[in-house]
């Protein structure tokens, strides 16, 4: 198993089942994530036993980058994996930091009909490790340091839900990356259960719907997560996950032209989002060669935005970042593999 599936705690319990010191966890930890070593041979301060102990139980490396492409303050970088498969994460410089969205599953299940990602079902899970990786390996090729981590590249981070959750208590950890809790935005289709259940997760990272419809006819025809989770259930977990945690939500909504962007979509969206302590966040659709949809025009996006907006609803037009790159979920995946 990959040494970056571990959280501290589990690290601790390692040492302890090999009769070994807990703070050799914490040691390790900032090797790991501190001096970044690329062989347990570099742990100088670890007895040679345990590190050769170390060496036969861990791997550390599992994930290599075979392509980037480079845009206007993006880069998008698609990872091979010890099996073969493929996933991207899409680096952004924003004047705030560095963002890295993330893949978190090789393919999915959610069926989304404007998704590129979507096109290929779920093969696995990504493991934690597979996750964090992504990161060390952004970090070092453009040399800086990220900021922000978004779980937004391929895949439903909640049908992988024990990795996102140790994924994140480790890059939050202090002698791990030190990402801030309020720098992680978990995202999801919208699976209740683990709404419900990620309202218990004492970490406080931000939590994004993507909602996209306001009705569940139009939702079920472009989500069909929606089949199973309707709109009314998803409010009212959302509310209970507001109350629990005291936070804002943030639903996307792609504007998608002719589907869901008229002017009677945007008063049932503030219909619907009345009361709920959130934001909006239109994002313009990146276009697929392989899907059918188009993406609203600017004028239309900016009335939808004006009614939200008269209605007291906090709405942002998301900045666009690597359309001359096919920066959009899947799609450096798919042309590799000419799907
Ligand atoms: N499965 C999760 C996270 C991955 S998708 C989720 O559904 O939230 C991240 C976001 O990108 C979602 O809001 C998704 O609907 C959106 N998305 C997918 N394809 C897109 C495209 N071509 N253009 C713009 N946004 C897209």
Redesign the pocket.
Known sequence: MSVYDLTIDELIEYFLKIGEKKYYATELFSWLYNKRITSFKEVTNIKKEIREKLGVDFIISNIEIIAVELGKDVRKYLFKLKDGEHIEAVLMRHDYGNSLCIS?QVG?N?G?K????GRRRKVRNLTTGEMVEQILKVELDANLRISHVV???????FDNYDNICNFIKIINHPKGLNIGSRHITV???GLVPKILEFSNFPYQVNL???L?AANDKLRREIMPIAKVYPLKDLISAIKKYLEKTNRRVTF?Y?MLSSVNDSKEDALELVNLLKGINSYVNL??????DALQFKRSNPLTIAKFYDILKKNNITVTIRREFGGEISA???QLRSKKEDI
């Open positions: 978190s999915c959610m989304c404007f998704c590129e990602s779980i937004m590249g391929i895949g439903e981070p995202s999801t289709c994004a719907i993507s996209h996307e792609i994002i313009p659709y990146n276009e697929t959009a979920c899947g």
